[in-house]
């Protein structure tokens, strides 16, 4: 059986250097716009940040929210971001697919750059426990490829490293009954190979 990949930090990140700290700008600034959006709707109690990595974006959840937990699977990120956040709570999960929190506890979900690493079966098992957790009347913001034409790795073997982009209509769909209120294009530093890097896709009450 072949081993399953290892995220590591240049994995999540694949820029170092000036190019990284801008682009982390960048990301932030959009979270931080669509989390204010949410409070400003009502006070956010709980947020999650599903599949969180090193922690990057997950104090920009805390800046609105009451209480803020980040869901991981990789063991080393779930230790960088605990040594970086002392303050912060980090949870290590088997799978994005069985979070351990109850039904309707967050009013805020973050899901940045996690599905389009999922064959789709995984990928619509994952946005169903999203769905699972939400509160009523609460946000998700969705950050993926959504160049339904990239395709890379095999789906068959998604653990060794795998990345499709899915339009933005097939996350409309899954994630039903919330309705995409917002949507635009992942911005991020000049000079990256591609110029399609996905969208910014905010969920809300329909």
Not at 13 to 22: T, Y
Not at 107 to 126: C, I, Y
Request: negative net charge; charged residues 25%.
């Amino acid at each position: 059986m072949s081993e399953r990949k290892t995220w590591t930090p240049s994995d999540v990140v694949d820029v170092s250097g000036p190019a990284a700290l801008l682009r982390n700008y960048l990301e932030q600034t959009y979270v931080r716009d669509c989390v204010t959006r949410a409070a400003l709707a009502a006070p956010i109690q709980m947020a999650y940040d599903v599949g969180c990595g090193f922690a990057r974006l997950t104090p920009v959840l805390a800046e609105q929210a009451g209480r803020v937990i980040g869901f991981e699977r990789e063991a080393a990120l779930v230790e960088t971001a605990r040594r970086l956040l002392p303050t912060y709570e980090f949870v290590q999960v088997s799978s994005l697919e069985q979070l351990p929190v109850n039904d309707r506890s967050a009013q805020f979900v973050l899901v940045f750059t996690v599905l389009q690493h999922m064959p789709d079966w995984n990928a619509e098992a994952v946005i169903q426990e999203i769905l699972r957790v939400l509160a009523p009347d609460g946000f998700v913001l969705v950050v993926e490829e959504t160049d339904s034409t990239l395709e890379a790795g095999d789906a068959e073997h998604a653990e060794l490293g795998y990345t499709k982009g899915r339009s933005w209509s097939w996350y409309a769909r899954r994630f039903e009954p919330l309705k995409l209120i917002r949507m635009a294009p992942r911005i991020i530093e000049p000079g990256y190979p591609r110029a399609d890097v996905g969208s910014y896709m905010f969920f809300g009450p329909a």
